[in-house]
Structure formats: C-alpha cells, structure tokens
C-alpha cells in the first residue's frame, strides 16, 4: 500500500521540477512510511511514498520493464499477480523483482490499455510510456484506492490525495458548487467531482490517457458491475455452497502478504464472515480488533466478543471515550481534503490506529451490504411499495402521527425511521433512496445557501443526474436500480473513501474480500430475490454462513457502524458545534443562511427535532472550510476581487 503523485508535461526537453514532486510526496507520507522513490525524465515525474507489504527487500518503487522503456509507480495490491507473472513469463518477459507491482509493467507491454482488464486487485496506477510519450492512470473497479488528477495548459497532475496536488499554486482553488450540492446531498462527493472546480477523481473502473503530444486527457470506462444479469438455476442449497467457496477464495487471495495480517470484526454478519474465512484458510490464529462505545445503544462489542470466542481468534478490542473527539476531529479535518459527514469515520480511525500497533494489515467486511442487500432502506423501498397503494385519505392520517413521534438520540431508533420514511414516500427510486440516507432534500439545500451563492448556483441536483442514469435505467427491478445507486455513489464515495482515509492516516493496509473482482461478478450475478427475501435482508450469504456462525449472529438486525452524533452535539461537542456554525462564522464565510442553520440548531437543541444529520454535515463543512482557507465558489472570487 502507498501513495503516489506525478506531473506530466509537454515541456518534453526537461523534467517537472524536483522540489515538486517531493513536496508532493512529502503531503502523503503517512501513506507510505518506509520507502520513497522518484522517477524524473524529460516530460514526467513520478513519486511514490511505500508501505511495504510484498517483497519488502526488492519491491522499491519506481518498477520498470527490461529496456526501462515503460515505468510505473503503484498504490495497492495486485491478487493474481503470481498468475499473471506465470504467463507473462511464458510470453518471454523477464522479472527482476517478487513484487506485485512489476507485473503491471510487462502486462501493459503485452495488452496494451487492456491490462487493467486482466488485473484483480485494488489499485491506482501510473504508466509512463516513454516510446510513446503517455501517460496511463487506472482506478481498481469499485474504486477500493483513490486516484485524483488536475489538468492545467500543458501539465497534468494527479496523486493519491487532493493535498498533493494543491501543493503547486498554479492549480486553483476555487469551490465546485455541484459538490457542494452533492455533498448537502449525500454527505460526502461523488465521483468524478471533487470539491474544487480544477481536481477530479479519476472513477472507479476508469482508464486515463494523456498524450505528450497533444496534452489531451481522455477518460473511458473498462467495466461495469453487471447487475440484472442472473444465472441462477433455482438450485438455492448449491448456490449457498458456490457463495461460501467464493467467498473463502476471496479471502485467501487478500491474505497473502510478507507482514501480519489481521481482521476489523464488528459482530456483524460481514466482518464474521470475512474473519471466519480468514480463520478457515490462515495458518496461524487470526488477530480481530474492535471499537465499542460507551453509549450501549451504539455499543456491538459484545457481538464481536462472541464472534471471536467462537472462531478462537485473539481479539483485542477498545472503548472510544468522549474526550477523545476533541483531539480526533481537528485531525481529521486536516487529513480528509474534502468535506465528508460519516461520522463513523472517527471511530475507524481510531480501529485501525490500534490495529496498526499489532498488524501492517487488516480484512474487513466493506461491500457486503452493497452486494446482498443488507441496508435497510431495501427493505423500506419494499415497504414504500404498499405504502404508496393505501388511500390517500389513510396516508394523509398517518404523516401528523408520525411528525408528532417524541424524539429519541439512540441509535436507529423508531421515530428516527418513521420520520426519513415518511419524507421519501411518493418520490422517485432515486429520489427516495436519497431522501432517506442522505442530509438535505433539494429544496432545503437551496434554502440554506446564502442569496449571493444561490443566484449563482445553477447545478443539475444528484437526485436528477441519477433519475437519467441510462445505466440505472436499465434495470428492470427497482430494488437492483437501488444497489446500482449504491455502488455508484455510496461504497465509494462514502464507505470506501472513510475506510482509505482512516487506515492509511494510520499507516495501515485495509482491504476488503467481498470488493474481490470474483466476488462481486458472482454476487451481480445473483437475483434480487436472493438477497433480499421477503424481509429477510442477504438471504443467501446468511444461509450460506449457517453452521460457520453462530445462528444469533446470523440472526440479529442491522446495526451498522452507528455513531452517538445526535448525543455528541448535545453533550461533548456542544460548544465545539455552537461556535464552529455560529451566527458571526456562518456570516463571515457567506456560504450558508445563518439563520435557517440557527433553527436546525435551536431545535435540536431543544429536542423538538433530530438534526443530528443536517448539522453533523454542516459542521464537517465549516471545519474543512477552516483548515482549506475558505475558498470562495468562482464567481464570487471574481466579485471580490
């Protein structure tokens, strides 16, 4: 696992600057804290901070091929790299090195573009192609590893992080204000935006070439998540038993490493599974590691104790104490480059800080909920189905009593659900989905932006861009049209992005088996009906995990990595909130209504609402606006000045 960065330039007699490129690898270094390498040749400069997992003595980065023709710099892990070098060498290349990353070299010398295709692994790679004076950047399938690129007149920059590249001045820093309509939206920002105009997020499954010649970047898609595409045969005993061995393989490919590896385990049927297999396949007994909270509603340690009873690992686990957030958050703000609300981020950081003290790396169970079916606005939607066919008078009865429900701050409490049901209730799939796991309805958002922002905010809301997906479209069930938007936006925007922030802050390799390229094609595979039965979320993997786990595992709801937010706004971080959304900061910036925020916060406050989300997103806002300077959105830049 690593960091990388580089510049490619059209001045073709002379590298980029060397001053650069160290800066830039320098705003990474938590990425990669053994090892540092440049490449620097007329038109290209390549830099890479190491972790080093694989061939830790010859695995040193920039890798090149036999006549140094093509050279790379690489941030991730490459599964099938010992079969890929096996034909590659019967094709008649030579390799001096037992590291993954050289085989990415000699496969694009004998495919071409088409190497990506053939790789099965989390990565973001760099190509330079000196014959032909290219540049190649490639992002792993459901973009498990971040890559970010800025074009400017004759240069084209990117790396593993937005802080790399704003370290040259002469890549601007003006405000998006889609993201940020995305970002009000979701909670965090899609790709292939990002939170300034000039820097983009090369998406997941995504090829991008620049050419020397031209200065040209052209961005093309190499796969897609084939949903809707079933090959069941009715055979459910059997598909359980393909299911297990797939995902028992996925497993024991993420586990090969030349440094300890051990497993996050929450309690929930993800993280079991993922350590159940690593338990089945390892060798030695398997390292598991947990956070709990002090606030039982939010607490699972006792779950993952159980789990690791059972499985007979050596589980280590840790409380998080409120006063730990007053050090975490400013740290976060510092290290996150964009605004992202998932609280539980914190939480995360501090799991993969304790496991880095044991383990190099850690297994999670990210992506089984995207794939079978486990959240449960799946089922809502199913129940939003009959819910939309009762008489209008019953439903019109029916949204006072459930406005009128007294407020609880505990986790996925009732009046909680109700209350996000009954507001995504006669929208679109899209629409509804978003309404119910995201921050602000369109509306609300354009209430909050000050005048002078919204008069100049024109942007095509989230909820549209994804109503005219052609790609989501397509699919005949509604349920599938859900995970292909949760694929889409969520696993990588949110999940994916929380747990490569958390762990690499940490100097730690997280990966995640269920994201296996055979893993998620076998899953596409599977009909709706067998991941979401009835109302029996992931149907398919619990009967599959049944006599590995124990049946009150397998059994119990959802709980998610939930996060005492709405507790931690009345309690801890009050005055932290209070003075970070206050009526002077919010007036100063001019980006949000003080007033609407100062309603949000009165009336949770008060307990007349819970706007643990709202404000929770608002106040991520205001703290990365904080360290980031306040960049102002492109107009009003030009006004002010």
Not at 89 to 104: K, L, P, Q, W, Y
Not at 153 to 181: N, W
Not at 498 to 507: G, H, V
Not at 572 to 580: A, G, M, N, Q
Request: with cysteine.
């Amino acid at each position: 696992m690593c960091g990388i960065v580089g510049v490619a330039t059209q001045e073709g007699s002379r590298p980029p600057e060397h001053e650069l490129l160290r800066n830039m690898c320098a705003q990474i270094s938590h990425r990669g804290p053994d090892d540092e390498g440049f490449l620097e040749q007329p038109g290209v400069g390549l830099g890479i901070r190491r972790l080093q997992i694989i061939d830790i003595a010859g695995g040193h980065q920039p890798i090149h091929n036999e006549d140094a023709s093509v050279w790379t710099v690489f941030n991730g892990e490459i599964y099938n790299f010992r079969a890929l070098r096996l034909e590659l060498e019967h094709s008649g290349h030579t390799f001096g090195t037992r590291a993954d990353t050289e085989v990415i070299v000699h496969a694009y010398e004998e495919w071409g573009d088409a190497f990506v295709e053939r790789l099965n692994g989390m990565f973001a790679i760099a190509i330079w192609d000196s014959g032909r004076r290219r540049l190649i950047l490639a992002r792993d399938r459901t973009g498990i590893k971040p890559l970010y690129y800025a074009a400017t007149p004759g240069r084209l920059h990117f790396g593993s992080e937005v802080k790399a590249l704003l370290v040259d001045q002469a890549i601007p820093r003006e405000l998006d204000m889609e993201a940020v309509d995305d970002y009000l939206a979701l909670e965090y920002i899609p790709s292939p935006r990002t939170i300034f105009r000039a820097i983009r997020k090369l998406p997941p499954a995504h090829l991008l070439t620049w050419d020397w010649r031209t200065g040209r970047v052209t961005v093309k898609r190499y796969w897609d998540v084939p949903l809707g595409a079933t090959t069941f045969t009715g055979d459910v005993a059997g598909e359980a038993t393909r299911l297990l061995e797939h995902l028992r393989e996925a497993v024991r490919q993420e586990m090969v490493a030349d440094v300890p590896v051990g497993v996050f385990l929450s309690g929930g049927i993800d993280s079991s599974a993922i350590a159940a297999m690593a338990t089945a396949v390892g060798q030695d007994r398997i390292n598991t590691f947990s956070i709990g909270f002090a606030d039982e509603s939010f607490d699972e340690s006792r779950w993952a104790a159980r789990v690791a009873e059972h499985l007979g690992t050596v589980h280590h686990h840790r409380v998080l104490e409120p006063g730990t957030l007053m050090e975490i958050i400013p740290e976060l703000s510092r290290s996150l480059d964009e605004p992202f609300a998932d609280a539980s981020i914190i939480p995360t950081y501090l799991l993969s800080k304790f496991a880095r003290g044991t383990v190099t790396v850690a297994l999670g169970g990210d992506g089984g909920d995207e794939l079978f079916a486990g959240y449960p606005t799946l089922q809502a939607h199913r129940v939003a189905e009959i819910y939309e066919k009762l008489p209008g008078a019953l439903r019109s009865r029916i949204r006072p009593v459930v406005d009128r429900l007294p407020v609880s701050l505990d986790n996925i409490s009732f009046d909680f659900k109700a209350k996000r049901f009954v507001r995504g209730v006669g929208l679109s799939t899209a629409e509804r989905h978003l309404a119910w796991v995201g921050a602000f309805l369109p509306e609300q958002r354009r209430s909050l932006l000050t005048e002078a922002v919204r008069r100049d905010h024109g942007s095509v809301a989230i909820e549209e861009a994804l109503n005219n997906d052609a790609a989501i479209r397509a699919l005949a069930s509604p349920l599938d049209q859900v995970l292909a938007i949760d694929m889409r936006t969520y696993l990588e925007g949110d999940i994916l992005t929380k747990l490569d922030r958390a762990s690499m802050l940490a100097s730690l390799e997280a990966r995640v088996p269920f994201l296996n390229v055979g893993m998620v094609e076998y899953a596409a595979s599977l009909p709706v009906s067998l991941k979401l039965r009835g109302m029996t979320s992931k149907y398919l993997l619990k009967r599959a995990l049944a006599g590995v786990l124990p049946a009150d595992i397998i059994s119990r709801p959802k709980k998610g990595f939930g996060v005492p937010v709405a507790k931690w706004i009345r309690g801890p971080l009050k005055e932290l909130v209070h003075d970070t959304l206050s009526k002077d900061s919010l007036q100063r910036d001019g980006m949000f209504d003080a007033s609407t925020v100062q309603r949000l916060m009165a009336d949770h406050q008060s307990g007349a609402a819970d706007n643990r989300k709202q404000l929770w997103t608002l106040f991520m806002f205001q703290q990365w606006m904080a360290v980031y300077g306040r960049p102002l959105p492109s107009s009003t830049a030009a006004a002010a000045g």
